[in-house]
């Protein structure tokens, strides 16, 4: 018993079956979290090593190469990067996508284990530390605080990080902006030096004395007592009469060489939020934790943790990854449920019957719903690629049921009763949906083996296109009769009211069979200039190519925009500050789209894992701009951020600003063009950087160029004379502590209250260490107690620091990169490599396109081998199923067309060629040979049946026109809502719709020109020569019955 | 007794089966996929590609008496839906066991 009859002699087993497949379905989607994108594995590994008191060319020369040349024979790396800055090498290794990143660590770990030995003997081991993108925060809230503020650090780490940190999937909170409290014990330099003290004598004695000793148990009588002492200030005040020593017999407190001050650390960073002073506090996710289920549980937990904070202290949100991927998710399910709207409505309109309009309709919740059921198996999220792949799908799931339903009708209107009918009419078109479906699978699964980045995305819409299909054809066969036996039947009268409401489109309908079959008529008799006319359009088209702008991925408006400013290197934070909020003033102004503007500045506290890993320094401002969702203000998030930079140029302060919209270039952030410039000789590759930012600054449609060599920073250093330093029994290790000690601090011993523990520092008032005489007369003491001046052993000079040396694939490199805004990436890469070859490069340097370009190159390659493969497949597909060569290739000819349309709508539309317009493109291949299939599968059956080429292929036309309408319509209409989608993330899609509606569109068109009439040319030459043949044979036989007898007589002669 | 072989598009099946139930005819014999063409109009049932459709046959033997009313039955049937086709034909039975 097959599939369809089972299904019709068992109606109430197969509906329960889809319907607890759809229960399994939506119990599934329930438990889906909601992602931007699939789940991508990280590529990278870093590899960090120290090596304190090594330069950064040092480092460079006795670190970073040899661990280069090792770490560059670990199988799949595809580059490698340095950074070599003072006391430590990063190495950087990327991955091709794809691997087990398990593994490569491992690997990576292997031949570290090979090199270590050789490493100079003060490196420390290397540490690895995979990098992903859960690093980036995935939530910053804001602290505004009035009286609080001083007390804030422990206020925001008592009541608000803790209780965060609790939160499942949550990795680190960390807290910038409120500076923890330190006891500083500033001393007086004059001072300690009459009294013979130095700070080092003052820090011991302070570790010493503020601590708690237990003395062990003792008995007393019956009972057994503990003994302790307890020496551990109760107060920071005690601090101050701390006896330091005794001069001339008369004790000395430390009140009298320093004063004890209960205060905030010196320097730390500030944090303003809407230009008022506060705090943040930055989530970050655990590993693999979904950041739209963690955001949830911060903004639930928000309310409570607010209650317990003082009146003064208030919690806002900075940025939410979250609300993007909620507002984008959201949009693009409403373009689903539109698709299933338009699909449903088209149906109708060609069917003219209610009853079957459900029946197709019933098909696609179905398919849709059973995929959700891979999703959770496979642990996958709803993202956009899901929820894309879902909305691709609607106008597809539908197509096979038609084809069901139309025969089924077909038999019934020939007198069958319902069930017979339906088991007969589907088990006549089995074979032929099967192939069909087929040409889908052919194109979508090859998807699922895309390598790279791009693989990555694809992977999941191959599987879920292929799961997709495959329900839908299982219920085209199964679901479709049963419910055809069950519902349809032969329509006796209609009602009027119908009547009065279809009769005008089946009018139309029937007119415009009627012109079609009069236009193919004369097409058919008109063969050569049709092809002519076909490929003249054809050319045509591929003259729109030179217009069309590359791109990776689309810039997506996410309303996140990130700015960092530099003073020049060695500015005070004081300076920067200032500048800070006479910018936040301006652009609040200028830009009401702002709803939150939060800066901080200065240099990061060791403990705020966050700050610590972004450039930090007090001349170093960093911004976050959060902006009203999309659809509540006119000007976009790039207009925004040019508009910035345009002001930002009325700041001569200002050393350098960098501002990103939108995150990360390459996936849906602004992008970038890099040119990476390699080269040794750091002063030539500076010059080349320089000369290149100042050409490309003229390019169109470049609004801010970076450059990723830093600047030298200035610095003073003591330069000790080692014998003088000898002379007097010091090594440059205590000098160097000493000073240290004096100006950075030593840290004493702990302060303990409340459970807190606060840093006692120990150091020389600020008033002391503010010019370079007070550096130089600070007291060195040697092992005797002689004390010995800093000038008189060494001197202080101005130097500047080398900056950090990158390299990349073992080569030193400087990277120009320049931020676009409105123009695509490949006419700026062009512009950038005439530039190029204009320079006239020294000698050793080369400079090479990267970044983006690079992946966009390497994605825009696998996509086209891809292209390539599924052509193939879908040809063997084809031929298979016509059991012919020359059919397929007939049909083949609809899909340069599909290319012709892509080009045309992206043309018109403006939209660049990127990743996903060429993902539509590639889909387009197997939809628009299924407009050919359905076509000359009826022509070859009317010839079958008896009829001459040209007629079967007039009367196929005819009857095929409104199958292939419907279908290319249902598919058209799914795609229209991505199309014109103007939501949250609709940027990210719609070069999808409109490349798939442009090709599909005119492909269709030329299709049911083109293929009727080319399928003539060969059908005749087919039969000619045929005819050849048999004329041959005949004439063959003529001459072989004349000649009959003498060849038979030759034969028996022989034998 | 005559036999009557009766030829159908497969949809008939189950109406021609009532048919027979309907008229006391217990005994028949079932071919459930031939293939054929009518000799005017009778468009071809070949299952292949251009004429997917498919007849079945019914070869059932009952008594003479029986015979008109069940071609009359056929016959009304078949006028009502022409396309599928149905024909019936009447033989003698000459000895059984």
Known sequence: MSLYEGAVKKPIMTMLCFVGVAIFGLYSLSRLPIDLLPDIESNMIMVMTSYPGASASDIENNLSRPLENTLNTV???????????????????????????????????????????????????????????????????SVQAQESQAALYKILDD?????????????????????????????????????????????????????????GNFDIGNETYALRVEGEYADSRQLNNLVVGTYNGAIVYLRDVARVEDR??????????????????????????????????????????????????????????????????????????????????????????????????????????????????????????????????????VDDAIVVLENVTNHIERGADPKQAAVHGTNEVAVSVIASTMTIFAVFFPLTMVSG????????????????????????????????????????????????????????????D?????????????????????????????????????????TQDSGNISATLEMPIGTRMEISKDVASRITAQWRKEYPEIQVLNYRVGQ????????????????????????????????SMTEIADGMRADLVAYPELAKYQITAGGNAGMGGQSTADFEIYGYDMAATDTVAQVLKRELAAVKGVTEINISRGDYAPEYQVDFDREKLALHGLNLATAGSYLRNRINGSTASQYREDGDEYDIKVRYAPEFRTSLEDIENILL????????????????????????????????????????SDVPLSDVVEAGQKLIDDLDLPAGISVQVAGTYEDQMESFQDLATLALLIVVLVFIVMAAEFESLTYPFVIMFSIPFAV??????????????????????????????????????????????????????????????????????TTVLGMIPLAISQGQGAEMWRPLGVAVIGGLTISTVLTLILVPVLYCMFAGTGIKRQRRKLAKSRELNAYYQEHKTEMTKQKITRV | MKSILITFDQAYYERILAVLDRQNCRGFTHWEQVQGRGSKTGEPHYGSHAWPSMNSAIITIVDDAKVPTLLDILHRMDKETEQLGLRAFVWNIEQTV
């Open chain 1, 514 to 554: 009627h012109w079609y079959s009069r236009m193919l008529n004369s097409a058919v008799r008109h063969r050569l200039a049709v092809v002519i006319g076909c490929a003249a359009f054809f050319l045509i088209s591929l003259l729109c190519a030179r217009y069309i702008g590359t791109e990776f991925f689309p």
């Open chain 1, 781 to 820: 003491y040697n092992a005797l107690g002689e004390s010995i001046r800093v000038k008189e052993v060494g001197q202080v000079v101005e130097r500047f620091a080398p900056p950090t040396i990158e390299r990349k694939d073992r080569e030193r490199i400087v990277t120009v990169s320049a931020v676009l």
């Open chain 1, 159 to 215: 009541n608000v990080a803790n209780p965060l940190a609790r939160i499942s999937g949550v990795g680190s909170v960390s807290i910038a902006g409120a500076p923890q409290r330190e006891i500083d014990v500033y001393c007086d330099p004059n001072k300690l030096e009459a009294y013979n003290l130095t700070v080092e004598t003052i820090s011991s004695l302070i570790a010493a004395e503020n601590q708690n000793i237990p003395g």
């Open chain 1, 604 to 635: 990061a506290d060791a403990d705020n894992v966050f700050a610590s890993m972004s450039e930090n320094g007090p001349h170093i401002m960093t911004f976050q701009v959060r902006l009203s969702d999309k659809d509540e203000r006119k000007r």
């Open chain 1, 453 to 512: 980045m791009t693989g990555v995305l694809f992977k999941q819409l191959g599987w879920m296109m292929c799961i997709i299909i495959f329900i839908s054809l299982v219920s085209s066969l199964a679901l479709t009769p049963m419910m055809c036996s069950q519902m349809l039947r032969l329509q006796k009268k209609q009602t009027r009211g119908f009547q009065a409401f279809y009769s005008p489109i089946r009018k139309m309908l029937d007119a415009l």
């Open chain 1, 264 to 397: 905030l650390e010196e320097r730390a960073q500030e944090s303003y939020t809407n230009g008022v002073r506060g705090g943040m506090i930055v989530v970050q996710k655990q590993s693999g934790a979904n950041s739209v289920q963690i955001a949830n549980a911060v903004r639930e937990a928000l309310p409570a943790l607010q209650k317990n904070l003082p009146p003064d202290v208030q919690l806002g949100v900075i940025m939410d990854t979250s609300d993007n991927i909620k507002l984008t998710i959201s949009t693009l399910a409403e373009t689903v449920i539109l698709a299933i709207v338009f699909v449903i409505m088209v149906v109708f309109f060609f069917l003219g019957r209610w009853r079957a309009t459900v029946i197709i309709g019933l098909v696609i919740p179905f398919s849709l719903i059973a995929s959700f059921i891979y999703l959770a198996i496979t642990g996958g999220t709803i993202n956009i690629i899901s929820l894309s792949a879902l909305s691709i799908a609607i106008g597809m799931v």
């Open chain 1, 75 to 141: 199988s799949n790396l595809k580059h490698i990067t340095s950074n070599s800055s003072e006391n430590s090498s990063l190495i950087i290794l990327e991955f091709e996508y794809g691997y087990d990143i398990d593994v490569l660590t491992n690997d990576v770990r292997d031949k570290l284990d090979m090199i270590t030995s050789v490493l100079p003997d003060g490196a420390q081991t290397p540490i690895i530390f995979k990098f992903s993108t859960d690093m980036i925060p995935i939530m910053m809230l």
């Open chain 1, 900 to 969: 012709s349309g892509v080009l045309i709508a992206l043309f018109f539309t403006g939209i660049t060629l990127n990743v996903m317009s060429l993902l539509g493109g590639i889909m387009l291949i197997g939809i628009v040979v299924k407009n050919g299939i359905v076509l000359i599968d009826f022509v070859n059956l009317c010839r079958e049946r008896g009829q001459s080429v040209i007629n079967a292929v007039i009367t196929g036309g005819k009857s095929r026109l409104r199958p292939v309408l419907m279908t290319t319509s």
